[in-house]
């Protein structure tokens, strides 16, 4: 079994910067493809940056230049730094992995809030 758990979301002031972590314990998951996901009430959950199995990273175009994600294997564990926040970069975060399988797999959210 599979358990992913997010830490660092809260609140920061707009141009204002957290940092995510999660860590993935359990087998069954592929370490190479963890990344964050969010989503906003009554939308769909988008990506935010993620590293691909072939170790390609994939950010949303919103996010670009400001929110950084990195990683340690040996430790599977992935991180996003996010820095000048914006009032909509407010969602509930996710971190995800894929299973071996390739279905995604996701841990049970932190909320990040920016607003003065």
């Known amino acids: 079994q599979v358990q992913l758990v997010e830490s660092g979301g809260g609140l920061a002031q707009p141009g204002g910067s957290l940092r995510l972590s999660c860590v993935a314990s359990g087998s069954g998951f592929s370490r190479n493809s963890m990344g964050w996901y969010r989503q906003v009430s009554g939308k769909q959950r988008e990506l935010v940056a993620a590293?691909?199995?072939?170790?390609?990273?994939n950010y949303a175009d919103s996010v670009k230049g400001r929110f950084t994600i990195s990683r340690d294997i040996a430790k599977n564990m992935v991180y996003l730094q996010m820095n000048s926040l914006k009032p909509e970069d407010t969602a509930v975060y996710y971190c995800?992995?894929?299973?071996?399988?390739?279905?995604?797999?996701w841990g049970q959210g932190t909320q990040v809030t920016v607003s003065s």
């Open positions: 590293f691909t199995i072939v170790g390609i990273t």
């Open positions: 995800s992995a894929l299973s071996l399988e390739m279905y995604p797999l």
